[in-house]
C-alpha cells in the first residue's frame, strides 16, 4: 500500500528531505519503521531500533501498535521539537 511520509527537526535534517510516497508491506506503525530501517544509511541511524523517535498516524500521536491504511500519513518527530 502507499502511505505518505513526513519527517520533523533533527529526522528531516539527517534524512535531507521532508516528506515522501512510500510503497510498504507493513501493517502496523512498528513494521512500517522496521521497514525504513531495513532501508540502511541514514534511515537506520535516524530510525534506529532503541532511539526514542514519536510518530503520527494521520496527524494523531499514536503507538506504534497502530494500524496502517491505505494513504495514510505517518509523521516521525524526535521526542522534543522546537516551534
Known amino acids: 500500500m502507499k502511505v505518505q511520509l513526513r519527517y520533523f527537526a533533527s529526522i528531516r535534517e539527517a534524512l535531507g528531505l521532508g516528506s515522501e510516497s512510500f510503497d510498504t508491506q507493513a501493517s502496523t506503525l512498528a513494521a512500517l519503521r522496521a521497514e525504513l530501517v531495513a532501508r ?39 521526542p522534543v521539537t522546537g516551534g
Do not use: C, I, K
Not at 54 to 62: E, F, H, I, Y
Open 40 to 78: 540502511g544509511g541514514t534511515y537506520a541511524d535516524a530510525l534506529a531500533p532503541g532511539r526514542s523517535v514519536r510518530v503520527a498516524l494521520n496527524q494523531t500521536m499514536s503507538d506504534e501498535t497502530a494500524a496502517l491504511t491505505e494513504g495514510a500519513e505517518v509523521g516521525f518527530f524526535p
